[in-house]
């Protein structure tokens, strides 16, 4: 398909166009209309003044005893309207076929050898135009006679014409007023929208608290104004998480290496036994332990926020995990001297990726054994309810501070960074968490209070 020519692709064009088009159709529908009725009904007259001048031919004429037909003088002379050129002809045939009576003020029909009498009446051609003529038999004292008579078209013809000039007349007045005026009221409509993509134009990442500006241009205006001012709004926020994001991010990158530098050049100064270049390189590693970690975090994080994070779909029962993870972490809830439990008493089925759930649940047995005091107990149980599976991990301890109770999901948010840093951890557990139950159609609950806290992953059973 050929695309609109430049010129006609605009919205006001285009409106214009078929504003015009429209009035041009029920103009010309209309002045059809008009001009056809005022014909036929122009033509109706005629024939009704051509049969009446019929009517008064026979009602005037006398037959002698010789069968001669005759007028008395003058019988055209009280119907004949010359008004604007018209005039009449009348004449009166007998049976053998010979004019006999003729008068009248325009030029003859041509002469018919033999007139029939005809049913209505008909346009006939002469030397000065048109007429309409008629012919009918009339019977005066046994007599049978023919009278023909014609009436002149053309006052008739000049005011159909007249008419129809003016409808062109009117047709295109209309047109071009219907057409300047669409195009400026398209104008007057459309500018806003004009404005508002300018100013859109001006809008860059730097600008983006910016919003298009109130102005009053109608509802449909009103609405799309609002939409891309929520979208500019949902930017800003995107945008400013993401600056955050990678300023922490820059941040905790920056503490283990600073740490690394330190511990090194602290190892460097002066010589040393073995045994503390061992305890400097050990701690060299800790860090390095710590910055694959975070950089592992950080990856994981960025491709599940990517969407590449390619969750399989299998049967998992997060009871069986939860076990799995309680063995694993043993050895850490050990080192504090705290009891570690799993109860899981019935399957807790769902459908989702089991390395992803694994590592959650990791996540949280880690937290509750970080932040749990010395000796107490962490205890991992899950179960379902309500048509839910569920695990859930809870630890003894001082609870979490109602504020910090939303926050702690967020990415490197701690309620105490140092003592979080101490422990190993990165700030990106509970966020990490957060993503996975819901990429799995879940959520994570959070009961905190004086006794401790309790993190619950509730995902669909299936
Ligand atoms: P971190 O690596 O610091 O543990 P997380 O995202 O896992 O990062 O947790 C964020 C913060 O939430 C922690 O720094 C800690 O202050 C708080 N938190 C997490 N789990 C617990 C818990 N079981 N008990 C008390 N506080 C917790």
């Given at each position: 398909m050929t695309p609109f020519p430049l010129r006609f692709r605009t919205l006001r064009t285009r409106v214009t166009l078929w504003y015009g088009a429209i009035i041009t159709l029920c103009l010309l529908a209309y002045s059809a209309a008009v001009g056809l009725t005022f014909e036929s009904h122009i033509e109706a007259e005629l024939d009704r003044r051509v049969h009446e001048d019929i009517e008064l031919a026979g009602r005037a004429l006398l037959v002698d005893e010789a069968g001669r037909p005759s007028w008395p003088?003058?019988?055209?002379?009280?119907?004949?309207?010359?008004?604007?050129g018209g005039g009449h002809w009348i004449e009166i045939w007998n049976v053998a076929g010979e004019r006999v009576l003729a008068t009248g003020t325009i030029d003859p029909p041509p002469v018919a050898a033999r007139p029939e009498a005809s049913r209505g009446a008909q346009s006939m051609e002469v030397e000065g135009g048109y007429v309409r003529v008629m012919t009918e038999s009339v019977n005066v004292k046994d007599s049978r006679f023919l009278v023909r008579a014609a009436v002149s078209e053309a006052p008739s013809r000049r005011q159909v014409r007249k008419l129809w000039l003016e409808l062109a007349g009117i047709t295109a007045t209309v047109l071009v007023l219907g057409g300047l005026g669409g195009y400026a009221l398209a104008r007057r409509l459309l500018g806003p929208l004009g404005r508002m993509a300018e100013h859109a134009r001006r809008i860059t990442a730097e600008q983006l608290h910016e919003r298009l500006l109130e102005e009053r241009s109608g509802a449909e205006l009103d609405q799309l104004r609002e939409a891309f001012n929520d979208t500019l709004a949902r930017l800003e926020r995107s945008f400013g998480e993401l600056r955050r994001f990678t300023a922490d991010a820059s941040h905790e990158l920056r503490t283990p290496l600073t740490a690394l530098r330190s511990v090194g050049e602290v190892g460097l100064r002066g010589a040393r036994s073995n045994d503390d270049y061992r305890e400097v390189i050990g701690t060299m590693l800790e860090e390095v332990d710590r910055l694959s970690r975070l950089a592992d975090e950080l990856l994981t994080l960025s491709r599940a926020e990517a969407g590449q994070a390619n969750l399989r779909k299998e049967p998992v029962d997060l009871g069986a995990v939860g076990a799995e993870v309680v063995e694993r972490l043993a050895v850490l809830a050990e080192e504090r001297g705290q009891r570690l439990e799993c109860r899981a008493e019935e399957p807790a089925l769902v459908r989702g990726d089991r390395l992803a759930l694994r590592q959650a649940l990791m996540n949280l047995v880690d937290n509750a054994i970080k932040y749990a005091p010395d000796g107490s107990c962490v205890l991992v149980a899950a179960g379902t309810r309500a048509g839910r599976a569920f695990v859930e991990v809870r630890n003894e301890g001082p609870g979490i501070a109602a504020e910090h109770r939303e926050r702690i999901?967020?990415?490197?948010?701690?309620?105490d960074a140092g003592r979080s840093r101490e422990m190993?951890?990165?700030?990106l557990g509970l966020s990490l968490v957060k993503w996975t139950a819901e990429a799995h159609g879940g959520s994570v609950e959070l009961d905190t209070g004086e006794g401790g806290s309790t993190f619950r992953l509730v995902l669909p059973a299936g």
């Open positions: 003088g003058g019988i055209l002379g009280k119907n004949v309207d010359e008004e604007e999901f967020e990415r490197f948010y701690r309620v190993g951890g990165t700030g």
